[in-house]
T-cell receptor
Framework: AQTVTQSQPEMSVQEAETVTLSCTYD???????LFWYKQPPSRQMILVIR??????QNATENRFSVNFQKAAKSFSLKISDSQLGDAAMYFC???????????????FGKGTKLSVKP | DTGVSQDPRHKITKRGQNVTFRCDPI?????LYWYRQTLGQGPEFLTY????????KSRLLSDRFSAERPKGSFSTLEIQRTEQGDSAMYLC????????????FGQGTRLTVV
């Protein structure tokens, strides 16, 4: 079975600084997707960034980028120029690819609570 | 399209009562998922529908839980004889059948069993 581990329950960053959130996963599959989701307090979970396992290039979305190390099964999220609105729970998630017979359900880590200091 | 909608947002019930939650997915999405999220944890998969067919159920979904998606549109999740351990946030998500599309989440229903 696949597992996702986030070893940082809480992180803090100064506004305008950069922070990296860690995520490791375990799988024997070769076809899968990795995601970072953001869950602000009392608000719905939204997708931050997605990485297809077959792509070597790290995904980037504006101030958000990932460091995808497939051999090490590591998938960290870097937030640059942190803003107050970035404060939220961040969840790393895994999804099997279609070839694995995936139904599309996500496997989540326990999350990292990010605080942004003004 | 207003996204995934869940109702109610909050529910307080007495132990032993039955509760039902509703999820309205994004209209063109044929996949619908239910997750449960307890305090300090990430969401855990409960069940999955493709159109009206319930294709997968987690072992977390005890026989007190039942989910339906009768016409392939909205879905309901019912919990019978609620227990305090059922207190959690219940999240609904929907996605397209295309493999590389993301899941969109609703705001969740927070259940408190007293």
């Amino acid at each position: 079975a696949q597992t996702v581990t986030q070893s940082q329950p809480e992180m803090s960053v100064q506004e305008a600084e950069t922070v990296t959130l860690s995520c490791t996963y375990d799988t024997s599959e070769s076809d899968y997707y990795l995601f970072w989701y953001k869950q602000p307090p009392s608000r719905q979970m939204i997708l931050v960034i997605r990485q297809e396992a077959y792509k070597q290039q790290n995904a980037t979305e504006n101030r958000f980028s990932v460091n995808f190390q497939k051999a090490a099964k590591s998938f960290s999220l870097k937030i640059s120029d942190s803003q107050l609105g970035d404060a939220a729970m961040y969840f790393c998630a895994y999804r099997s690819g279609v070839r694995g017979g995936s139904q599309g359900n996500l496997i989540f880590g326990k999350g990292t609570k990010l605080s942004v200091k003004p | 399209d207003t996204g995934v909608s869940q109702d109610p947002r909050h529910k307080i019930t007495k132990r032993g009562q039955n509760v039902t939650f509703r999820c309205d997915p994004i209209s063109e999405h044929n996949r619908l998922y239910w997750y449960r999220q307890t305090l300090g944890q990430g969401p855990e998969f409960l069940t999955y529908f493709q159109n009206e067919a319930q294709l997968e159920k987690s072992r977390l979904l005890s026989d007190r839980f039942s989910a339906e998606r009768p016409k392939g549109s909205f879905s309901t999740l019912e919990i019978q004889r609620t227990e305090q351990g059922d207190s959690a946030m219940y999240l609904c998500a929907s996605s397209s059948h295309r493999s590389n599309t993301e899941a969109f989440f609703g705001q969740g229903t927070r259940l408190t069993v007293v």
